[in-house]
Each structure stands twice: as structure tokens, then as C-alpha cells.
């Protein structure tokens, strides 16, 4: 055990200073374990602070950290790219359904227009063949409302 | 001609090399951590470095670096308290591995066997002192300060000091009394 051999000098000088505090009567026992344990504690710090203390070398792989360094930039480039082609074909996709919505809305407007066109014929024709009756053949008309009494 | 910096900073490396190894003991014993009794001796040190022009030299460096190393390891309970969640692993070696090292010389194997047996109930005794007890134990039994210094490195008056120690000796010859 190193420091050890220190100690056997030091125990002396230890000993004789080994004094306690006033009005605490010391047995001798007591007073043994504590200076064993002061010289416990001293050869243990010795040790510890003359121990040979070693640096751990840090190997850095650096061909490893180019590897992934690559694989991820690769991996970003690839992820990048198919993100985009995919906002593409989506923005595509979106404006073809965008276009489809809006020529079917003008189909229907187209066709609502040319309805109410038929409609607005068709009444004037029928507003003109009941309403106007020719004056010749009022009596004629009299007589058939007569003839239904 | 060296200036006041350089002066200082030639005193200060001295004040180093005479009072690492005490800083050391105190602290090591104080945690029974060797790796943690060094980072805080490094810690104790480099505050003692920053604030040196701060030293008036009212009480000795030593007893000024002491109380650095007490507020040190104040703290450090203090943040393992704190992180006891996070972190419940302690480096702190225990009693039989602490108790192992002894005073041999001339002694004959039985002398160092009933030695060991008396550091190891010191180190129990030790061990269920509170901080502030430990901390004057250690100061007087195993660095030998004497009594006002123990009071100005820990900031207590004299007459608490006496009975800190009062009672952490009533411990210790308690344990080693009643197991005998």
C-alpha cells in the first residue's frame, strides 16, 4: 500500500498533537481510534494524490464521420427533391381540377341561360296567341262563353 | 521588472503548492469520492484564483481557502439534493474501502486489524453526523485546526464549534464503545 511508509514517521508527531478539546474527558481508546483514523484518512489522500493519473487519447474516426456525413447529406438531397416533385404534381393536380370545376361551372351557366331564353320565347308566344284576340272574332267568342251557361 | 499581475500570480502558485494536499484531505474525507474531492479542490482553487485580489488577509489563506472548500461542498449536497430524481448514483467509496487504509510501520498484523475495526467505526460515526458536525470533526481531528480557525473558515462562533464537536465525539465514542 503506498504512503504507508510515511505514516510509520509521521504517527509520532500525530500522536503528540493529538490533543483534544478542553473539557472532554478522553480515554485512551478514543483517542487511539482517532488518531488512527486521522492517519487513515491522511495516507489515503496521499495515495490518491500522488496516483498516476492517465488521459484517455480520443481517436476521431474521421473517414466514419465523412461517410454518414455524405449518407445524410444524400439522404436530405433525395428527400428534398421527391418533396418537391411531389408539391409539383400536386400543384398540377390541383390546377386540373381547378380548371375542370370552372369550365363546368360555364357549361352550366350556358345552359341555365339558353333555358331561361326558351322559357321567355315561349311565354311572349303564349301571351300574344291568348291575349290578343283578333276584333272579327270577338262575337264568335261571346257565343262560346254563352253556349257554356 | 514583474508586474503586480505577475506577482500575484507567482504568490498565488504558491499558495497552491503548500495547500493543495490539506484542500485535498478535507475534501476527500468530507466525500469519500476521490474524483469528486479533485474537481472540487480544481473548483475551490480557481475561485480562490478569481477572487484573490479580493483577499484582504484578515485570516490566514489557508483558512480562507477552507471556507471556499466548505461553501463547495455546501453546494455540491446542495444540487444532489436537487437532482436526487435525475442522478441517485453516488462515486463516494464505501466504510470497508475507506477503512483500508492504514498506519502500518511496525505494527503486528493483529494491531492493524484492530486499527482497521477503529477507523471503520470512526468512518460509521462520520457518516450519521450531520454536515455541519462533519465539517468540524474533520477540521479538528484529521486536519488539526485549531478551534477559531475551524470558527472563521466555517463562520460559527467559537462556543458552537465546542459543541459541534461536543457532540460529534459523543458519537464516535459511542460507536466505538458500543461495539466493543
Excluded at chain 1, 439522404?75 to 393536380?93: P, T
Excluded at chain 1, 380548371?99 to 331564353?117: S, T, V
Excluded at chain 2, 485546526?145 to 459523543?170: D, F, N, P, W
Aim: aromatic share 6%; charged share 30%; glycine share 6%.
Amino acid at each position: 500500500m503506498s504512503g504507508m511508509e510515511r505514516l510509520a514517521g509521521k504517527r509520532e508527531e500525530v500522536e503528540g498533537a493529538a490533543e483534544l478539546d478542553a473539557g472532554e474527558p478522553v480515554d485512551a481508546a478514543l483517542e487511539e481510534a482517532l488518531t488512527n483514523f486521522r492517519m487513515s484518512v491522511h495516507a489515503w489522500s496521499d495515495a490518491a494524490l500522488s496516483r498516476p493519473r492517465t488521459a484517455a487519447q480520443v481517436v476521431r474516426h474521421r473517414s466514419w464521420r465523412l461517410a454518414v456525413g455524405w449518407a445524410l447529406a444524400a439522404v436530405l438531397m433525395v428527400g428534398g427533391l421527391s418533396g418537391g416533385m411531389f408539391e409539383r404534381h400536386q400543384r398540377i393536380e390541383r390546377e386540373r381540377i381547378a380548371a375542370a370545376a370552372r369550365l363546368a361551372e360555364q357549361q352550366k351557366a350556358i345552359r341555365e341561360q339558353q333555358a331561361m331564353d326558351e322559357n321567355d320565347l315561349l311565354a311572349a308566344v303564349d301571351s300574344d296567341v291568348s291575349r290578343e284576340v283578333p276584333n272579327a272574332m270577338e262575337p264568335l267568342a261571346q257565343l262560346g262563353a254563352e253556349g257554356a251557361k | 521588472m514583474a508586474t503586480a499581475g505577475e506577482f500575484s500570480a507567482e504568490e498565488f502558485t504558491c499558495v497552491v503548492e503548500r495547500h493543495r494536499p490539506q484542500i485535498f484531505r478535507f475534501l476527500l474525507a468530507s466525500t469519500r469520492d476521490v474524483d469528486l474531492a479533485e474537481t472540487l479542490t480544481q473548483e475551490c482553487f480557481l475561485k480562490a484564483h478569481r477572487n484573490w485580489g479580493r483577499f484582504r488577509g484578515d485570516s490566514s489563506a489557508m483558512t480562507w481557502l477552507m471556507r471556499i472548500a466548505i461553501n463547495l461542498q455546501k453546494d455540491h449536497w446542495r444540487n444532489r439534493r436537487m437532482q436526487f430524481w435525475r442522478h441517485t448514483q453516488s462515486n463516494s467509496v464505501d466504510l470497508d474501502e475507506a477503512s483500508e487504509w492504514l498506519p502500518s510501520g511496525e505494527s503486528s498484523a493483529e494491531k492493524q486489524l484492530l486499527a482497521r475495526e477503529q477507523v471503520q467505526r470512526v468512518w460509521e460515526s462520520v457518516k450519521g453526523l450531520s454536515e455541519r458536525q462533519r465539517t468540524v470533526f474533520l477540521l479538528r481531528y484529521v486536519e488539526e485546526r485549531e478551534l477559531s480557525e475551524i470558527a472563521q473558515a466555517t463562520g460559527l462562533s467559537e462556543g458552537t464549534v465546542k459543541a459541534h464537536l461536543s457532540r460529534a465525539l459523543g458519537r464516535v465514542r459511542a460507536e466505538l464503545g458500543g461495539k466493543r
